[in-house]
Nanobody
């Protein structure tokens, strides 16, 4: 199995940027497709974006497309996925979770096998 730990959350102003990290430990990181999800208070968990095992393919939810970028470093001593968030909006405020999928990585949270504990992102207007 793989253990995931998010970091990098915090407070940002609208129009600003944050970069989240998801550090993985355990089994080989490159064996997993990865994704970011987020959940705001009173709302369902929302798909943010996903990246394939090699890092050569990404796709995003409509609400973040063009503003957020996912990348990953599969080096054994790094094993980390990133979420670069630019032009932040107050509606981006949520707890952000990273997740790992032993298969393909989809927009469906139910397909993911492992989850981090989440990191809070708050965007002020």
């Amino acid at each position: 199995q793989v253990h995931l730990v998010e970091s990098g959350g915090g407070l940002a102003q609208a129009g600003g940027s944050l970069r989240l990290s998801c550090a993985a430990s355990g089994r080989t990181f490159s064996g997993y497709a990865m994704a970011w999800f987020r959940q705001a208070p009173g709302k369902e968990r929302e798909f943010v974006g996903a990246i394939n095992r090699s890092g050569g393919g990404t796709y995003y939810g409509d609400s973040v497309k063009g503003r957020f970028t996912i990348s990953r470093n599969n080096a054994a001593d790094t094993s980390t996925m990133y979420l670069q968030m630019n032009n932040l909006k107050p509606e981006d405020t949520a707890v952000y979770y990273c997740a790992a999928d032993v298969l393909y990585g989809t927009y469906d949270a139910n397909d993911y096998d492992y989850w981090g504990q989440g990191t809070q992102v708050t965007v002020s207007s």
